[in-house]
């Protein structure tokens, strides 16, 4: 259950409340700030006097417990100890990675700078599936405890759901969508079945390019926000876009790496377009769980729109054709 006053206190989060909690845990802020780039928590990079800046991440009330929180962290730390180019939070003169202010949960992390990966690199593909092989060796050694597991309920079934209850979506499209959103469910599960009893490990869990910063040194992989229990699969097709002749390059590229490390499953393959409709569906529901937080209206204005559903729908039919394609090969 979300509490009402911490709910408008992470959203009344403003400067004063951003440099007060930074402060608290033992820097000296030089008062600039800079919002960066996310939604569903706050992240802030913020200046430290006589040092680099520190980016500061303020999670929304309800969203994740402390324990899947510390589990999430725990599990960076465990990857950094190994040399993987992730960055984990900075720990407190009590070890202590996530930290309180008044009603304020957060973590500071060091800025690490970069930027996305050239999908149509062979190399830098390559050098990705070693490093998520990598992280995947660690990842299947237990699971998380306090985090979900990714499932069609969860990101399929209650997120069609959820955009049929909650008003956002035009009634002349209503019908359209729920038996679209159906069809779609029933193939998905075909495709799970196809798949079979594929192992559940540790995952990143949101690995699309935006979270990869690449360097001249290679890349560092953030936001492990999203981090759940599920197919191996679910970290590696995000960087198969494009056609199948394109996609199916591209995998080979990064399995290539990945497999130094770690087997991979082909029967997992059954997967990809079913865990990228899920994602399509998902999102939607997503936007509309949080449209009554003021910063998705002003970040997303288009969302509440009939185009956005007429295209949203045009999307999700596109999928119901992918889904009866054959899977791309890995032998």
């Known amino acids: 259950m979300i509490n009402s006053d911490e709910n408008q206190a992470y959203r009344a989060l403003g400067p004063d409340g951003i440099l007060d909690a930074v402060e608290s845990a033992g820097y000296r802020c030089d008062g600039r700030f800079l919002a960066l780039n996310s939604y569903e928590n706050r992240v802030y990079q913020v200046g430290i006097e006589d040092a680099a800046p520190l980016i500061a991440k303020f999670y929304r009330p309800g969203r994740w417990t402390d324990a899947a929180i510390r589990e999430e962290h725990d599990f960076t730390l465990a990857l950094a100890e190994l040399e993987i180019p992730v960055v984990p939070p900075l720990r407190d003169d009590h070890g202590e990675t996530l930290l309180s202010h008044a009603p304020y949960r957060f973590a500071l992390y060091p800025r690490r700078g970069g930027h996305a990966p050239e999908l149509d690199n062979p190399d830098h593909l390559e050098q990705m599936g070693r490093f998520l092989g990598r992280i995947h060796t660690l990842g299947e050694t237990a699971p998380f405890e306090h985090r979900p597991t990714l499932t069609i309920e969860h990101f399929g ?171 791309l090969i890995w032998d």
């Open 157 to 327: 079934i209650d997120s069609y759901r959820y955009v049929m209850e909650s008003g956002l979506l035009p009634d002349y499209l209503a019908i359209p969508y729920r038996t679209l959103a159906e069809d779609l469910i029933e193939r998905i599960g075909y495709r799970f079945a196809d798949a079979g009893d594929v192992r559940h490990i540790r995952l990143h869990g949101d690995c699309h390019p935006g979270n990869i910063l690449w360097t001249d040194a290679g890349p560092h992989i953030v936001d492990f926000d999203d981090a759940r229990n599920g197919p191996a699969v679910q970290d590696l097709w995000m960087f198969l876009s494009g056609d199948r002749p394109y996609a199916q390059e591209r995998l080979m590229d990064l399995l290539v790496g990945y497999t130094e490390f770690r087997d991979f499953d082909p029967r997992e393959l059954h997967l990809v377009e079913a865990l990228r409709t899920l994602r399509i569906i998902h999102y939607a529901a997503w936007l509309a769980r949080r449209w009554d937080d003021p910063a998705f209206p002003l970040a997303f204005p288009w969302f509440n729109q009939p185009r956005y559903w007429e295209e949203h729908i045009l999307a999700l039919r596109e999928q119901a054709a992918l889904l009866d394609e054959p899977p």
